[in-house]
Structures are given as structure tokens and as C-alpha cells.
């Protein structure tokens, strides 16, 4: 355990030691900040009051910063720990692996240490800028309650556990630092669309739609939607009795495929299932990559 720790230190410190690193590990999250204050923000207010006629702006305001910021907690979630495991590639390129294949630290405990090391990351950044969404939220009057702000607490954690676990995975298909800078920039681009983060998936035509909430990326923002938005969902529930629902299924907070609606204990059930399944694969990736290294 020891020798486990030792080395996801070790991976953390060089993470972290690099600040443009941690910098493009969150740039997808402020891109998506930087669209809706200086593009697309109103326009997406005026689509919720285009939605639901006679809204407040007010509450309207306070629904789309929630569900911005919880696109941004998705988003982070993904390309943290994508970003972590540049420390993993970074080691191969430098065929690091035959010093540490000769030191004491096993296979297994490498494995371990490059894994751990991803998920603390993205949960770090995670749940940091989860803390900085409730104080935000609760400031303009839209916060999370204390059962509410547990929930998204421990889905974040859940979607950083079941995207560290897909990041191994794909890195060990990487050979090179070029290829693994690539990988993200395309990553970093591609989850606010495939997460459905940009534009409201009632925007999108029903067969787009349906094949984004069958991934996982929507999946797991619809989950962190969920608690994040539920004050001011009910506050515009009370406004106008049943905008709630329709409003949640048009911006993607609810999510079905087809006629099949998927509920938040089915959606646990799924991410908890790629993240076993990913986990196993990525264990075994890397004992080939070590092995043949």
C-alpha cells in the first residue's frame, strides 16, 4: 500500500507541477463558461421563456446557471483525468517503465498509482468547482440544499471514477505525447456537444438527441443536472405548475432514447457498469504495455 501511494504522489506532483497541464485540463469547462456569458447566454434565457411564456428572467437566469454549471462539472470530469494520465504517456514516450520494471514497485502497484492518481485529479477539480457552483448559486438565490448538494457531490464522484477508468483505458492505446495532445484537443472539443452542453437537446433534431443520451457523456450530465437545478426548477414549477418536466426534458436534465425514459437509477446502474468495465480493460492494457515495455 505504501509503494501505491508512493507513486500516485508522484503522479499527482507531476500533474500538478505542470501548470499549463492543469490549465488545458480545464479549458473545455471554461470555454463553456466563456459561451454562455459572451454569446450564449441570452439566447438560451430567451429559449426558456420562449418555452414556458410568462416565466420570470429571473428564475429563467437562475435555471440556465445551474445547468451551466453543471455541464462544466461533466465536463471536467472527463478531461481531468484525461489530462492526468498524460503523466502515464509521458513515461512510456520516455521509456521510464524499464526504471521502475527494476526498482521494487510491481506491475500491479504502477497500474494502481497511474489510476488513483487520475481519478484524484478530476475529482479535485470536480468537487472544487462544485463547491464554487453552490456558493455562486446561493448567492443569486438558486443553491442546493444540503441533500441536494450530497447527490451531486457523490455523482461527481461516480462520473470522475467512471471517466478515470475510460481515460486509462484509451491512453494506452497512445504512443506518443503528439498523439495524446491530439486525443485531448479532440476530447476537450467534442464532450460539451456529446454532453449535450452547448445547446439544449430539445434544440437538436430527435435522432441526434437519442444518440447522444444513449453515450455516456450525457448520461452523466443529465445526473449532475439533476440536483443542481431542482431549486429553480421547482421555483418556476410554482410560477407555472408542470413547466417543470418539460423544461428538464427540453435542456436534458430527464433523458430518454426513444420511448425509453432513463431514470437516475438506471443511469447510475450504466455508469457504474462502463466504469467496472473500463476498469478491467484499462488493468489489463496496462499489463501488456508494462510487460512489453
Same mark, same amino acid.
Given at each position: 500500500?505504501?509503494?501505491?501511494?508512493?507513486?500516485?504522489?508522484?503522479?499527482?506532483?507531476?500533474?500538478?507541477?505542470?501548470?499549463?497541464?492543469?490549465?488545458?485540463?480545464?479549458?473545455? #469547462?471554461?470555454?463553456?463558461?466563456?459561451?454562455?456569458?459572451?454569446?450564449?447566454?441570452?439566447?438560451?434565457?430567451?429559449?426558456?421563456?420562449?418555452?414556458?411564456?410568462?416565466?420570470?428572467?429571473?428564475?429563467?437566469?437562475?435555471?440556465?446557471?445551474?445547468?451551466?454549471?453543471?455541464?462544466?462539472?461533466?465536463?471536467?470530469?472527463?478531461?481531468?483525468?484525461?489530462?492526468?494520465?498524460?503523466?502515464?504517456?509521458?513515461?512510456?514516450?520516455?521509456?521510464?517503465?524499464?526504471?521502475?520494471?527494476?526498482?521494487?514497485?510491481?506491475?500491479?502497484?504502477?497500474?494502481?498509482?497511474?489510476?488513483?492518481?487520475?481519478? &484524484?485529479?478530476?475529482?479535485?477539480?470536480?468537487?472544487?468547482?462544485?463547491?464554487?457552483?453552490?456558493?455562486?448559486? #446561493?448567492?443569486?438565490?438558486?443553491?442546493?440544499?444540503?441533500?441536494?448538494?450530497?447527490?451531486?457531490?457523490? &455523482?461527481?464522484?461516480?462520473?470522475?471514477?467512471?471517466?478515470?477508468?475510460?481515460?486509462?483505458?484509451?491512453?494506452?492505446? &497512445?504512443?506518443?505525447?503528439?498523439?495524446?495532445?491530439?486525443?485531448?484537443?479532440?476530447?476537450? *472539443?467534442?464532450?460539451?456537444?456529446?454532453?449535450?452542453?452547448?445547446?439544449?437537446?430539445?434544440?437538436?433534431?430527435?435522432?441526434?438527441?437519442?444518440?447522444?443520451?444513449?453515450?455516456? =457523456? #450525457?448520461?452523466?450530465?443529465?445526473?449532475?443536472?439533476?440536483?443542481?437545478?431542482?431549486?429553480?426548477?421547482? *421555483?418556476?414549477?410554482?410560477?407555472?405548475?408542470?413547466?417543470?418536466?418539460?423544461?428538464?426534458?427540453? =435542456?436534458?436534465?430527464?433523458?430518454?432514447?426513444?420511448?425509453?425514459?432513463?431514470?437516475?437509477?438506471?443511469?447510475?446502474?450504466?455508469?457504474?457498469?462502463?466504469?467496472?468495465?473500463?476498469?478491467?480493460?484499462?488493468?489489463?492494457? =496496462?499489463?501488456?504495455?508494462?510487460?512489453?515495455?
Amino acid at each position: 500500500m505504501s509503494t501505491i501511494l508512493t507513486l500516485t504522489r508522484r503522479n499527482l506532483r507531476l500533474f500538478f507541477r505542470d501548470r499549463m497541464r492543469v490549465f488545458f485540463s480545464l479549458l473545455s #469547462a471554461l470555454i463553456l463558461v466563456g459561451l454562455y456569458v459572451f454569446f450564449l447566454g441570452a439566447q438560451v434565457t430567451s429559449a426558456v421563456t420562449a418555452q414556458l411564456p410568462g416565466a420570470p428572467a429571473e428564475d429563467a437566469d437562475r435555471f440556465i446557471r445551474a445547468w451551466v454549471f453543471a455541464g462544466v462539472i461533466m465536463i471536467t470530469s472527463l478531461t481531468a483525468s484525461l489530462g492526468a494520465m498524460a503523466v502515464f504517456v509521458d513515461d512510456r514516450v520516455a521509456h521510464r517503465f524499464d526504471d521502475f520494471l527494476v526498482a521494487p514497485p510491481r506491475r500491479g502497484s504502477l497500474t494502481v498509482g497511474y489510476l488513483l492518481a487520475a481519478f &484524484i485529479v478530476a475529482a479535485l477539480l470536480s468537487l472544487l468547482l462544485l463547491v464554487a457552483a453552490q456558493a455562486y448559486l #446561493a448567492l443569486t438565490g438558486g443553491g442546493m440544499d444540503a441533500g441536494e448538494f450530497v447527490a451531486a457531490a457523490g &455523482i461527481t464522484v461516480l462520473c470522475c471514477l467512471t471517466f478515470a477508468a475510460l481515460s486509462a483505458f484509451v491512453s494506452t492505446f &497512445i504512443g506518443s505525447s503528439g498523439a495524446f495532445a491530439a486525443l485531448s484537443t479532440i476530447v476537450g *472539443t467534442a464532450v460539451g456537444f456529446l454532453a449535450g452542453a452547448y445547446v439544449p437537446m430539445g434544440t437538436l433534431p430527435a435522432s441526434v438527441a437519442n444518440v447522444l443520451n444513449a453515450l455516456p =457523456f #450525457a448520461q452523466a450530465a443529465s445526473l449532475v443536472r439533476g440536483p443542481l437545478t431542482a431549486a429553480s426548477l421547482d *421555483t418556476l414549477d410554482a410560477a407555472l405548475p408542470g413547466s417543470g418536466a418539460s423544461l428538464g426534458e427540453y =435542456f436534458g436534465v430527464s433523458a430518454t432514447v426513444g420511448n425509453t425514459e432513463l431514470t437516475t437509477p438506471l443511469l447510475l446502474a450504466i455508469l457504474c457498469g462502463l466504469g467496472i468495465l473500463f476498469l478491467l480493460l484499462a488493468i489489463a492494457r =496496462f499489463g501488456k504495455r508494462l510487460r512489453t515495455a
